[in-house]
C-alpha cells in the first residue's frame, strides 16, 4: 500500500509479495479488504492493550502512553499508509475509539473543572489525541516520542 493504492492491489499482486498461493490466501482471507481489515484490527489491539495497561506489570497512564507512541514510531509506515489512504476514515474512527477507551478509563475517577462536561472534554481530547496522532505520523515532524507524549500530557492534564 506504500506503492499503490488500495483499490489498485491485485490478490495476485499480494500472494507474489507474500511469495504464497492464492489457495493459501483464501484460507486466511475473504478477500483483500480482510486482509487489511485484519492487519488494521492486529495493529489497533496492540495500541488498545498498551492504551489501557493490559500488560504484564503495573504502568501509569503516561508510560503507557509512551509505550502507545513508541509502537506507533515504530510501525510508522504502516500507520501513514492508513492515515493518508482513501478510506482512512475507517481507520481514524477505530483509532478514535481506542483514545476513547483508554482516556475514558484514565478520566474516570478524576475530577474536571467545575464548569466542564466531563464527556464533552473527553470527546475533545480524543478527537485532538487522534488529530495529533495522525498530523505526527503523516507530516514526518521531529518530535520524538518523549516530547510528543510530555506535550499531551500536559494538554490532557489542564482540563482537570
Not at 475507517?90 to 475517577?109: A, C, D, Q, V, W
Not at 478527537?127 to 518530535?143: F, H, R, V
Request: a neutral charge; charged letters at 25%; glycine letters at 4%.
Amino acid at each position: 500500500m506504500e506503492k499503490n493504492s488500495f483499490q489498485k492491489i491485485s490478490i495476485k499482486m499480494i500472494t507474489d509479495t507474500a511469495n504464497v498461493n492464492r489457495g493459501t490466501f483464501y484460507l486466511h482471507f475473504k478477500d483483500k479488504n480482510d486482509l487489511r481489515d485484519q492487519c488494521i484490527e492486529m495493529h489497533l489491539n496492540t495500541i488498545l492493550t498498551m492504551c489501557t495497561g493490559n500488560h504484564s506489570g503495573a504502568f501509569t497512564s503516561k508510560s503507557a502512553m509512551t509505550l502507545t507512541f513508541e509502537y506507533l514510531e515504530k510501525h510508522y509506515a504502516f500507520y501513514q499508509v492508513m492515515l493518508t489512504g482513501v478510506d482512512n476514515a475507517y481507520f481514524r474512527k477505530k483509532m478514535e475509539e481506542i483514545l476513547h477507551i483508554g482516556l475514558s478509563e484514565y478520566f474516570e475517577n478524576k475530577k474536571f473543572k467545575d464548569n466542564l462536561d466531563k464527556k464533552i472534554a473527553t470527546q475533545f481530547i480524543v478527537c485532538a489525541g487522534a488529530g495529533l496522532i495522525e498530523w505526527w505520523l503523516t507530516n514526518k515532524n521531529d518530535y520524538n516520542v518523549d516530547y510528543l507524549v510530555d506535550q499531551f500530557w500536559e494538554i490532557i492534564n489542564s482540563f482537570r
